[in-house]
């Protein structure tokens, strides 16, 4: 059900450094870490979900309370994906831009 959630860090290659060693001891690998200092994702050494990522925020501003905290649902189809923003949409959310992978 979850895909992945994720915390924000000013310094994503410190947080790098950190989580692989402490996320080691619970059989999660480090499964991708950019060289921009922008994001990286830990899980199982199979790739199953779910992973916890560490990122900058995309909007470029510092992390902050509400900036960055990101939680996933994993979805079945692109369909249902539609069908839960139209949903969202109705129902009083916002939206930072268009949907995407």
């Known amino acids: 059900m979850l895909s992945h959630f994720n915390i924000g860090s000013n310094n994503v290659l410190d947080a790098v450094v950190f989580y692989t060693n402490i996320l080691e ?3 999660l690998v ?3 870490a950019t060289k921009d200092d922008t994001w990286a994702s830990w899980g199982p050494a199979d ?10 925020p995309q ?5 902050a309370s509400g900036n960055c905290q990101i939680l ?17 949409m109705r129902h009083g959310a ?3 831009g268009a949907l995407g992978l």
């Open 25 to 27: 001891s619970l059989g």
């Open 30 to 32: 480090n499964l991708y």
């Open 47 to 56: 790739g199953s979900r779910p992973h916890f990522v560490v990122s900058r």
């Open 59 to 63: 909007d470029g501003q510092d992390c």
């Open 72 to 88: 996933a649902f994993e979805a079945q189809t692109r369909v249902a994906v539609d069908q839960c923003y139209q949903s969202a």
């Open 94 to 96: 916002t939206s930072e």
